[in-house]
């Protein structure tokens, strides 16, 4: 009776959480070939086929060639995935002091309140400046504020150092976040010892362009270019990892929330440096968290009303997919932490719950951790709390152990790493 009730409380909340934002965009499908075009030409795929909208199916218009070659594409790309994830190191890496502003996505006006007030704040001089790793992504868009990659330095204090090998996580925010978003876990890992790059999404906080309210560029519709936003998110992260080389740190970890959990999880599948995994929130298919998450109810109508269907849309987007990488990421040493949410709408639960499965039948050294609510009441009390702790500890925990490996299995690990480059 009390589970029943906490329940529906839950999904109530949840529900509404989920419902208040009103500036969705349902845009149109477009099947974007345009946005992985230089990785085609590479591997000469025409792609001159639907390049303009999906349409009605039913109708002559719809491009059903498009379609299947799309899913093509997604089945070259798994297959030759290290082509696709692969990118030549920036060379223009550099530090820069700016206050920290909240780049929101919505438009209620408790947001916009305190966005103005910390406009107004570094405008007169009383908001404290902040660093941020700034340099080109691998990965060119046609957005020049895209394209600068942009991450908020937190380096650990050196005596929190002291005695241990110089270790540094990535941490990447939800789908939407703003610029303030995950920043107090940042301060904890510090406190721990472990240095943090906070790093902005493609399309997000400052990155976003000018013409959105949302970070709708990262996952839209538009086929391609979410494949695009996905390889741009990978090559960030890996670009992050080899500036922390070039500062010196030897051991490293990655922390995805949502969509930044796909994105964690598929640079760390391609990169055996990131050792340290926490994916707060995982599922395995993009496609299947899009078709049935509410908060991608409106990237689902415009889906729909082209006449796609789940199945079809998880063969579209198979190449940015987790599961479709289990046996890479299964390759290498890590230590894994996956944090779900019973009540979740947003990525739900039988996809997680596949997730831990094929943690466990690849033998990954995993903790799953389960929050009593939902995806955006994790953000609430007392459950963001619950949440911070999981991944903190776990952080913390495994680092530790990495730390303490035998001389032999370290050694190891370096060999591949540089057998590598």
């Known amino acids: 009776m009390v589970k029943s009730l906490y329940s529906r409380w839950m999904y109530r909340w949840e529900w509404a959480l989920t419902t208040c934002d009103q500036n969705r965009v349902v845009r149109p499908l477009e099947w974007g070939f345009e946005w992985i075009s230089d990785y085609l030409q590479e591997h000469q795929f025409d ?3 639907g390049t303009g909208t999906g349409g009605d199916p039913a109708a002559s218009g719809y491009d059903h060639a498009a379609e299947e070659r799309m899913a093509e594409i997604n089945r070259h790309i798994v297959a030759h995935s290290e082509s696709y994830f692969d990118y030549t190191t920036p060379t223009d890496f550099r530090l820069e002091e700016r206050p920290p502003l909240l780049y929101p996505t919505n438009v209620r006006p408790e947001t916009l309140k305190k966005d103005a007030e910390l406009k107004h704040r570094a405008a007169n001089g009383r908001l404290a400046p902040a660093q941020y790793l700034r340099f080109t992504s691998p990965e060119s868009t046609p957005y020049p504020e895209n394209n600068l990659v942009n991450a908020r330095w937190y380096p650990a204090k050196k005596e929190k150092q002291q005695g241990k090998p110089k270790q540094a996580m990535i941490v990447m925010p939800q789908w939407n976040a703003d610029g303030l978003s995950h920043n107090a876990l940042c301060d904890i890992f510090n406190w721990f010892g472990i240095s943090c790059l906070r790093l902005s999404k493609p399309y997000h906080d400052i990155r976003r362009p000018q013409e959105l309210e949302r970070a709708d560029y990262a996952c839209s519709a538009n086929i391609g270019r979410t494949l695009s936003a996905c390889r741009q998110a990978v090559v960030d992260i890996r670009s992050c990892v080899d500036w922390l080389e070039q ?8 922390l995805g929330t949502s969509l930044g959990s796909c994105y ?5 599948a391609h ?7 926490a994916f707060n929130h995982a599922s395995t298919a993009f496609g299947d968290v899009v078709w049935a998450g509410q908060s991608t109810r409106h990237i689902r109508e415009a889906l729909e009303n082209a006449g796609l269907t789940q199945e079809r849309l998880r063969n579209l987007w198979a190449a940015i997919s987790p599961m479709n990488y289990y046996d890479k990421f299964a390759a290498h040493p890590k230590k894994v932490l996956a944090v779900y949410a019973q009540y979740d709408l947003t990525f739900p639960l039988q996809y997680s719950l596949e997730v831990v499965d094929a943690f466990k039948r690849y033998g990954l ?5 389960v929050l009593p609510c939902g995806h955006y009441t994790t953000g609430e009390f007392p459950y963001k709390y619950i949440d911070a702790w999981y ?3 776990f952080v913390h925990r495994a680092f530790r152990d990495i730390a303490s490996e035998p ?12 057998a590598e480059k």
């Open 391 to 393: 991944l903190s500890s």
């Open 271 to 277: 990169d055996k440096r990131l050792r340290v995994n």
């Open 47 to 49: 792609y001159a086929l």
């Open 365 to 369: 050294d995993y903790e799953a951790r």
């Open 264 to 268: 964690a999880f598929v640079a760390s």
């Open 247 to 254: 500062q010196g740190y030897e051991q490293f970890g990655v």
């Open 407 to 418: 001389k032999a299995v370290k050694q190891t690990v370096q060999q591949e790493q540089l």
